[in-house]
Nanobody, 124 residues
């Protein structure tokens, strides 16, 4: 079992930055690939970014590539999402997720554990 708690969301103007954090507890964090997803009102939850167990491999949705960076600190059991050059269309609830495997993935069904989400609102 893995428990995930997101933090760092908030209200920011377009062009601004935020850093989301996801603190994990439970089974060995360093064995799990981690991902960030987001869900805007009336839309499906979509993939944002993923990182493998070691942090050595990452993957991003095209819509955030070059603006967002996912990273992890296995010593702190935490994964981060640095979001720069934010746009109003980035407004959503952002969810942290953990796989039971170490290889990164981009599909929702590949992730076993989910956090409660943190709201990110980007004003124009």
């Amino acid at each position: 079992q893995v428990q995930l708690v997101e933090s760092g969301g908030g209200l920011v103007q377009a062009g601004g930055s935020l850093r989301l954090s996801c603190a994990a507890s439970g089974r060995t964090f360093s064995n799990n690939a981690m991902g960030w997803f987001r869900q805007a009102p009336g839309k499906e939850r979509e993939f944002v970014a993923a990182v493998n167990w070691s942090g050595g491999r990452t993957n991003y949705a095209d819509s955030v590539k070059g603006r967002f960076t996912i990273s992890r600190d296995n010593a702190k059991n935490t994964v981060y999402l640095q979001m720069n050059s934010l746009k109003p269309e980035d407004t959503a609830v952002y969810y942290c997720a953990a796989r039971i495997l170490g290889l990164l993935a981009t599909m929702r069904n590949d992730y076993r554990y989910w956090g409660q989400g943190t709201q990110v609102t980007v004003s124009s």
